[in-house]
């Protein structure tokens, strides 16, 4: 049986519970036990994925398809693992899934309550993963704050977990906030014995507090918190703001969060966690050597959350290149045909983003275009590469109508098209083309360089797809179908011959980029960008020695 971990928080949102569970959980995978984390949400949708990436971020999608929270992919990428549909629950699926029993007649004829049913099912959920028996450790993240009326049930279900596992096998970790006042310049800690209270008048006594600051606790003040919070003096972990995300394993095990999870849960400390690749990949990512300007170009660049996985891909191909990835943000609603050279000219490479609907498609159209014509290395992704194969029919084959059914459902060419099997589909909830299937690369390409061998397996989440209509006619163009699905014949990679770096993916080669294991053609796609900054630099220069 594995050991459980629950992870809560209080005082506010956006404490990062997921960073310090990711943190936690790579320590703990640094000592060489075998670690997973899931995430409970909960909001009433069933999945994130019919949220709007303003409201909620980005949509995570896992190998076996599942729309998950973001946070899985802070998991991923922090522990290297794949996590699944498993890892990740709502109080809409559970709810469903009552619901459902009920509707069998499994109740029995009982009235069917919050308690015990609904708390029944999260703690059967709680325990999935533990029943594969390939983990020592279980994490379980509580979406939310404890105290809204939403996450009650979640806490009363840990409440019994704890007292029917015993607490050398299950312990809480209850994250909370000490503001500084500058106008008094002190740290307050009520907040945090407030938050406390509340699990205590549910029957949870905390083990471990991990409090969020922006200035460093003193010794008496975390003694304090211990007093008034019913927690041993090691246990109360100071999380000060990090640099970088990927320091804050680091914040941890210098305040000691591994060593005293192990001893409140009875597990040998073996061997000191051992962070070397870890640390290799800070050492590249705080000393680059050169610094690259990336533009990104989509529709939802107000909230950095909405790209997470794009983002911290960039951090991670750019350390793997030992370089700096300055990323600036363009709207693609305020990017034309007309201002695109003014808004696109000093970056070295250029991104379009994923996305739906009709929202700063021309812009996203003028991107591809000005990389295209301007030798600028490209990297589209999903709907950025449909847009890449629309702009190149209309401007290269002569196609002046061509477009995305997606966008335009009545053109005449549709080289983009709805996916035969999405055609009869009017859900909207878990219907796209998701999760990980293969790829056959050809040999001899850029694509195939960057991956190093022929089959790939890459994540997906879209409904249309390149129009086999017109394949002949793509073949016979510079801009060639390289990446092509085995068992269905779906393009899934164009690759521009004659440019330095030009390629659009149907698949989110982001979701699978990691610290340790950098996505490749991320890695690539900066390696283009420092040659294209290299040679820009030489021309500038050539320039100024002759005038
Ligand atoms: N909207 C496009 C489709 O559904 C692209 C989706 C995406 O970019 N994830 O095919």
């Known amino acids: 049986m594995a050991k459980h971990i629950f992870v809560t928080g209080g005082v506010t949102s956006s404490l990062g519970k997921g960073i310090i569970s990711a943190s936690l959980a790579k320590l703990l995978q640094a000592r060489g036990y075998s670690v997973t984390i899931q995430k409970f949400d909960p909001y009433i949708n069933v999945d994130p994925g019919t949220l709007n990436p303003y409201e909620h971020g980005e949509c995570f999608v896992t190998d076996d398809g599942a729309e998950t929270d973001l946070d899985l992919g802070h998991y991923e990428r922090y522990l290297d693992i794949s996590t699944s549909q498993a890892n990740n629950v709502t109080t809409g699926r559970v709810y469903q899934t009552v619901i459902n029993k009920e509707r069998e007649g499994a109740y029995l004829g009982k009235t069917v309550q919050v308690i015990p049913h609904i ?55 209850h994250l909370t906030l000490v503001p500084y006042l500058s106008a008094a310049k002190e740290l307050k800690t009520k907040p945090t014995q407030h938050s406390v209270k509340i699990l205590q008048e549910w029957g949870i006594n905390p083990d471990i507090l991990v409090c969020r600051t922006e200035h460093s606790l003193p010794q008496e003040m975390k003694e304090k918190i211990a007093r008034f919070c019913n927690v041993r003096k090691e246990a109360v972990i100071e999380s000060m ?202 040999e001899g390409t850029k694509v195939h360089s960057a991956y190093q061998k022929s089959k790939i397996s890459e994540r997906h989440r879209h409904r249309y797809e390149f129009n086999n209509t017109y394949l002949k006619e793509l073949e016979k163009s510079a801009l060639k179908p390289v990446g092509i699905n085995p068992d269905n014949g779906l393009v899934e990679v164009v690759e521009l011959e004659g440019h330095p770096w030009y390629v659009g993916v149907q698949y989110h080669p982001e979701y699978k980029s990691t610290v340790l294991n950098p996505a490749p053609l991320f890695v690539d796609l900066i390696k283009a960008a420092k040659k294209h900054n290299e040679t820009t630099k030489d021309k500038i220069i050539g320039e100024a020695l002759q005038r």
């Open 119 to 173: 708390t029944d099912e999260i703690k059967r959920r709680m325990l999935l993963l533990d029943q594969s028996g390939k983990y020592d450790i279980v994490i379980t993240e509580i979406g939310g704050t404890v105290g809204d009326i939403e996450s009650l049930p979640y806490v009363e279900a840990i409440r019994q977990l704890t007292w029917e596992l015993g607490e050398e096998n299950a312990i809480v970790c």
């Open 241 to 442: 703001d990090a640099e970088t995300i990927y320091d804050v394993p680091l914040l941890m095990k210098k305040e000691g969060l591994d060593r005293i999870t192990l001893q409140k849960l009875k597990l040998e400390e073996n061997e000191e966690p051992s962070l070397e690749l870890w640390n290799d990949f800070l050492t590249k990512f705080k000393n680059p050597k050169t610094t690259v300007k990336v533009g990104l170009v989509g529709k939802y660049v107000e909230l950095q959350d909405a790209y997470k996985s794009i983002l911290e891909s960039f951090i991670h191909a750019g350390a793997a290149n030992e370089c700096a990835v300055d990323l600036e943000s363009v709207h693609s609603s305020e990017l034309t045909p007309e201002n695109a050279t003014k808004n696109l000219k000093h970056f070295d490479a250029i991104l379009v983003a994923p996305g739906f609907g009709e929202r700063g498609i021309d812009g996203k159209i003028a991107a591809c275009q000005y990389a295209r014509e301007n030798n600028v290395p490209f990297l589209g992704i999903c709907l950025g590469m449909q847009i890449s194969v629309v702009e190149f029919f209309r401007n290269e084959l002569n196609y002046p109508n061509a477009h995305s059914s997606e966008i335009n459902p009545s053109t005449d060419t549709p080289v983009i098209n709805l996916m035969e099997e999405q055609k009869a589909i009017t859900k909207k909830g878990g219907t796209m083309r998701l999760g990980a299937y293969d790829c056959i690369l050809t």
